[in-house]
């Protein structure tokens, strides 16, 4: 999609962070655009900057765990536009502290997997049909995280999340390449948004800070020593612990769109883990 003037993008989670950088590289690109969050004054926020760069925009509360809410969304993304171009499925969420897989509670399963699949499923449910309708290019991108391609303990129900989305969006995007979509995942590593606070978004009860859950790194190694992990630093992980702006993040997906690249690393790819589980899978044909 070499051409973005005139398109219409729709973002979820574009209220701050990723998507925010996200909705403002694509305005400053041409592309007109529907700011969804479920916060409701931060997409207006990033609405009226897009306004402000000279694009069309609109700004719409949207919980993407819901259905409903999605379809709404589409509603109001074509009757305002009669047209959607790009569908970014950036909305998503994160517990903390990191924990361990048995202390991790069913509500927390339930919520993760609401916002991170379902949010990812709901989009393309809803919004493929239409856009499949139309001529000409399309493109969706599908957000997952560089903690797919490393192990990082404590982190599993995310992860869980995430490496569903890359699943997901490889195939997807084979399914609808005569159609003329091109599908991007995007593998942010650290990036500095608000993720990390992205419980103050359930109900009080639910959160992790009110039920004392244990740190995964509460869990040593016989004899006292060292933290099997760290939620900061995983080993072998290189650079995608190095923490980098947000801002920096939408050129990148920009330059994807333009380019048709199915992936998109915010940081240089974890070589070390992901050489391991190739060569183990390489070897793992027992005949």
């Known amino acids: 999609m070499k051409e973005l003037n005139g398109r219409v993008a729709v973002i979820t989670g574009a209220g701050t962070g990723m998507g925010r950088s996200m909705a403002l590289s694509l305005a400053a690109a041409g592309v007109d655009l529907v700011v969804s969050d479920i916060e409701m004054e931060v997409a ?74 379902w949010g990812v499923i709901h989009g393309v449910h809803v919004f493929v049909p239409r856009m499949r309708q139309q001529t000409g290019e399309k493109h969706i991108v599908n957000v997952s995280s560089m903690s797919t391609l490393a192990k990082v303990p404590g982190h599993s129900t995310y992860v869980l999340t995430k490496a569903a989305v890359n699943g997901f969006s490889d195939v997807i995007r084979e399914e609808l390449a005569p159609y003329g979509f091109g ?10 948004t608000r993720i990390a606070t992205s419980e103050r978004l359930r109900p009080e009860q639910e959160r992790s800070d009110t039920r004392n859950i244990p740190a995964y790194d509460s869990y040593l190694k016989p004899g006292g020593e060292e933290p099997l992990t760290s939620p900061v630093r995983i080993q072998d992980a290189g650079a995608m612990q190095v923490g980098i702006e947000a801002d920096e993040v939408g050129p990148m997906v920009v330059r994807a769109i333009r380019e048709n690249r199915p992936y998109c690393l915010t940081h240089a790819a974890p070589d070390v883990p992901m050489k391991e589980q190739f060569d183990e899978l390489m070897n793992s044909y027992l005949v």
């Not at 900057?49 to 993304?77: C, K, W």
């Not at 009757?79 to 970014?88: A, E, P």
């Open 183 to 192: 599908v991007t995942i995007l593998y942010p590593g650290y990036v500095k």
């Open 44 to 117: 207006e926020q990033v609405r009226d900057e897009a306004i402000a760069l000279g694009r069309q925009a609109v700004a719409m509360r949207t919980d993407v765990s819901r259905l409903e809410e999605v379809e709404a969304l589409a509603d109001a993304a074509y009757q305002r536009f009669g047209k959607v171009d790009i569908l970014i499925n950036n909305a998503g969420v994160t517990l903390r502290p990191f924990r361990a897989v048995w202390d991790t509670s069913y509500e927390d399963f339930k919520w993760v997997v609401g916002v991170n699949i």
